[in-house]
């Protein structure tokens, strides 16, 4: 039980510190707001949360959220913010605020072959690289947290997507691990589904006010 409680504190100090100080590194560099400028995407999702345990994974209903990103699509650079929100009302709070916000750029920078575009990301998680094919359908992006504690359960993420456009579905796996001598040992990981608006128009009001 102290084991577990360690590990948790843990979770708590690199949550507060991957809010706090890697904001300087990931500060967009434009100064303008400007609506029209790119292909906007907002994602509106679920995640489900685990725990690795004695070789398995164990559900962990506490650390579920709810989540939205809103995903600026430039030519060969995206820029998204997640809002996060757990939802379980017993929440600890051990793995930081029950509302968080993070930031990730995604700059795409060259075709390794026909069917791989190699990235570099920087994020308020860490920075990292990634691979993705060319219509960005299936992608993993790998970060590691910027000169993490010794005592931490982990120190790299790496993030699954699956974008299913056509039925406007994006299904993914965030994995927490901690990696040393190469060797990767799992530690938590969330299963995320989302689903995705893009501007349009309404023909009347969609909600009213009933009695």
């Known amino acids: 039980m102290k084991k577990i409680k360690s590990i948790i504190t843990a979770i708590t100090l690199l949550t507060l510190d991957s809010c706090g100080s890697y904001k300087k590194a990931t500060i967009p560099t434009s100064e303008k707001v400007i609506m029209n400028d790119t292909y906007t995407i907002i994602w509106n999702g679920v995640s489900h949360a685990y725990r690795y345990e004695n070789n398995n994974w164990v559900r962990d209903e506490q650390y579920d959220y709810q989540f939205a990103v809103i995903q600026k699509r430039y030519d060969n650079l995206w820029k998204s913010v997640k809002f996060l929100h ?3 009302p017993e929440y600890d709070g051990k793995a930081g605020e029950r509302d968080q916000t993070m930031y990730f750029e995604v700059a795409y920078n060259s075709l ?8 570099s990301i920087i994020s308020s998680l860490g920075n990292g690289t990634g691979l993705s ?3 960005f359908r299936n992608s993993q992006l ?6 993490p504690d010794f005592f931490l359960p982990y120190n790299k993420f790496r993030i699954t997507q699956h974008y299913n456009y056509e039925e406007g579905i994006l299904t993914e796996t965030v994995e927490l691990i901690k990696e040393k001598n190469g060797i990767e040992t799992p530690f938590m990981k969330n299963e995320e589904t989302a689903w995705f608006y893009i501007k349009g128009k309404l023909d009347k009001a969609p909600t009213v006010f009933r009695q």
Do not use: Q
């Open 86 to 88: 757990r939802i379980h």
């Open 133 to 135: 094919d060319p219509e």
């Open 112 to 119: 390794v072959d026909s069917n791989n575009v190699k990235s």
């Open 142 to 147: 790998t970060m590691y947290v910027s000169s």
